[in-house]
């Protein structure tokens, strides 16, 4: 049972301000001084001010930073949200409402931090350096995965030679292929098994919890754009405290995969229903421009993506970055079918992808080779933009369920979001 909310003075003093700020039309990158302020003071019950302004209002988009950055595990983690079992351990740090997403943007020295490598552009999709349609070489590591296996690859070259020590990423249940779980890979055979992509929210960084107690570092981090989010924030919380200086100094690359939505589970019933197969059947789901699932037997069936666009994650209208824009690579299954979309955003992506090409573990191909690559990049990256304010300025979940629009792709292009003259339709 979740406990109630404490508004005492101190935490209905950080919410006032905050929502002024919010209000005022000024700069958000100013917005964390709502909470900041009250370091000086002595800190406040940032549990409950996270919890009433994100995760009550259904903004919370499960990234679980608030979760793994706790000094004194107030939250435990379920239906993809926190949950403040022991919110009466807190020793007011503030770092939950800092290291939240969707409360605000990152700190204008993010990308100076980050390293991005020279000469860096951006076309809309976040600074990188180069791109490339890359693949693993291994046949048994493409078999296992989703589309050029680029990620497996790089993960588990920098196992064995020694780059990192473990791998956070995402595995599926015991029970069920298409429902995830977080996972500590220390090994290429746990690296495999978790290889392939899922359709349904994983929380792949609760295992940077396992990774601390274990004491398992140097660490790299798979996940999509909210996860890289709330992991950088983490990372670089202006609140220098020994959390986050331990995934400053620990997490030394961090993967991310391209993202336009994730669905809820209650989507697998609904799609097994619209191949007319059990649920169970479904092996691997794949999108792209339609929903490509391979049945346990190995027969192939698609369906209409923008019907099983009706089951999309409410909670991923929170997020508008497709392509994983602070990532050190970022990583999609776009363009080249067999192929990775690859762009290498830091120097630190650079030094693991350099040294998995050299080595012979990946493989690429010039991403002139299918240009549609870089224009569904282009496109998808716009379209997750499109219209949008600060997820901190859009309405909440019950807001929008008042509208009778849930569907998180288009809810400022064609719903209650968009641009006057726009006509809206049903968007549930």
Sequence with gaps: MTPPLKRDP??????????????????PHEWAYAWRT???R?????????????????????CASCVTVCPVDVFEYADEAPIPTRADACVLCVLCADVC????????????????????????????AYGWYARATDPAIRDRAQDGGVASALLIHALETGRIAGAVLGDVMPDDSQIGRP???RDRHAVLACAGSRYTYSPNTLALQEAMRSKVAPLAVVGVPCQVDGMRLQQHSSIRLEMADWYRSNVTLVLGLFCSEAFTHESLDRLGEMLGVERGRIAN??????VVVRLDD?????????????FARPACLYCVDYGAEHADIGLGGIGLDGWTFTLVRTERGHEAFEA???????????????????MLLEKLSADKKANRPHPARMPSLSERRAQGWLDPKTYYTKGPGAPAGVAAEDGT
Excluded: Q, W
Aim: overall charge neutral; glycine content about 12%.
């Design 285 to 290: 789901i794949n999108i792209k421009g339609k």
């Design 10 to 27: 101190v935490t209905m003093r950080v919410s006032a301000r905050y929502e002024a700020m919010l209000d005022s039309g000024g700069d």
């Design 298 to 310: 190995g027969e192939v069936r698609t369906t209409s993506l923008k019907r099983y666009r009706e």
């Design 356 to 374: 998995a090409l050299h080595a012979g573990v990946i493989e690429v191909r010039p991403l002139a080779d299918e240009p549609r690559g870089m």
């Design 183 to 185: 996972r500590l890979a």
């Design 38 to 40: 009250e370091l000086n």
């Design 42 to 62: 002595g800190g406040f019950r940032a549990v409950d001010f996270l919890m009433d302004r994100v995760v009550a209002a259904g903004r919370c988009v499960g």
């Design 101 to 128: 997403p969707v409360l605000r943007p990152a700190d204008r020295d993010l990308d100076d931090l980050l390293g991005y490598r020279d000469p860096a552009e951006d076309r809309g999709f976040g600074a990188y």
